[in-house]
């Protein structure tokens, strides 16, 4: 499908709007107010230029903890988010039972995932394997850090789905580090898309940086899906700006250089002169939606702060059975 200045317009809105998010995510955290955040800073233009190639709504996602941006395109609110961050009752991924960033979106066919990293493939290949047993043209996309492909549930995942040919698409999105473990001390290969000829599917590396070319690739790859061709294996190559999370302390394994040299290569940078070039951004409109960007955030904290913690009552369900109904 040929995008639309409009609609390159709203996927750099996605991207903007979900870096302003991911920062203020920084400052909660710093402020006390928040316990935890793990950021997606860097990789916004690999997960919204995916996100738009897909059937937002109708396809099926098993997403990953970097994938705020992603999320933000299949219509995860600003408010939701601050809420999960904050614990608050009415977030969407547990009902504030799972830490933040472990998403789950019914209304979007995001399916909540678990801690442990590459399980999430595993879900998407069998979500697979039903939407071909229905004979259904729907895809499933499902996304990791490299690091997670050095785990037993990818191998798994990524051989069933080229055994089965099923409508799956895994996104790697290659930041450099697992934790603080560079990608050469965990892989033998220069790009997680060389993993593919192995096992036996397509795989493709593209610059994660760049949300056109990462829709352009994602677009391909949907389509190959589905119309029956069978899963494909995609390395965003993405720069990783901050620490693994609000935990970490990167100046242990990484040199301030490096950081910057990654910030001017930045996803919302590089996006932006893309489409300055295109003609379809400019000073002035950028400037408009950050302005929107910051009041829609400072709302979204109003409200997740003026929100209630859920009551103490609602912490097991529906983790447990409450009633059994007979007959």
């Known amino acids: 499908m040929a995008l639309t200045a409009e609609i390159k317009r709203e996927m750099y809105w996605t991207m903007l709007l979900a870096r302003r998010l991911d920062e203020r995510a920084w400052v909660l955290h710093r402020q006390g107010k928040i316990a935890f955040h793990i950021s997606g800073i860097g990789h916004e233009a690999a997960q919204v ?24 395109a299949l219509g995860y609110t600003p408010t939701e988010f601050i809420l999960s961050l904050m614990g608050k009752a009415g977030e969407p991924n547990s009902g504030a039972r799972q830490m933040p960033s472990h998403w789950s979106l019914r209304r979007a066919n995001a399916v ?34 490299e690091g997670s492909t050095s785990q037993g549930e990818w191998y798994e995942a990524v051989n069933w789905a080229a055994v089965h040919q099923l409508p799956v698409i895994f ?34 590396s593209v610059d994660g940086s760049n949300v056109l070319e990462v829709y ?24 990783r700006i901050t620490p693994h999370s609000s935990d970490d302390d990167d100046r242990s394994y990484r040199s301030r250089e490096e950081v910057e040299e990654g910030k001017r290569n930045d996803a919302i940078l590089i996006s932006r002169q893309v489409l300055e070039k295109e003609g379809v951004l400019n000073a002035k409109l950028v400037e408009e939606m950050e302005t929107k960007a910051k009041e829609m955030v400072d709302a979204a904290v109003a409200a997740a702060e003026a929100a209630p913690y859920p009551d103490v009552s609602e912490a097991a369900y529906p983790v447990y059975v409450e009633e059994v109904r007979r007959g």
């Not at 442990?116 to 850090?145: M, W």
């Not at 930041?175 to 493709?204: E, F």
């Not at 994602?218 to 029956?228: D, F, I, L, Q």
Request: aromatic share 6%.
């Open 49 to 72: 230029g995916a996100a738009y190639a897909l059937r937002r709504g109708e396809d099926w996602v098993t997403p990953y903890y970097r994938d705020l941006a992603l999320m933000v």
């Open 112 to 145: 909540s995932h678990s801690a442990p990293v590459a399980t999430q493939c595993v879900h998407a290949a069998g979500i697979g394997l039903a939407i071909k047993l229905r004979g259904d043209d729907r895809v499933v996309f499902t996304t990791l850090g």
């Open 216 to 239: 352009n690739v994602m677009s391909e790859a949907v389509e190959r899906a589905r119309s029956g061709g069978g899963p494909t294996l995609i390395e965003a190559r993405v720069n």
């Open 171 to 204: 996104m790697v999105q290659n930041n450099q580090y697992a934790i603080s473990v560079p990608s050469a001390k965990q892989m033998a290969v220069p790009s997680a898309a060389d993993k593919a000829c192995g096992l036996g599917l397509r795989g493709l």
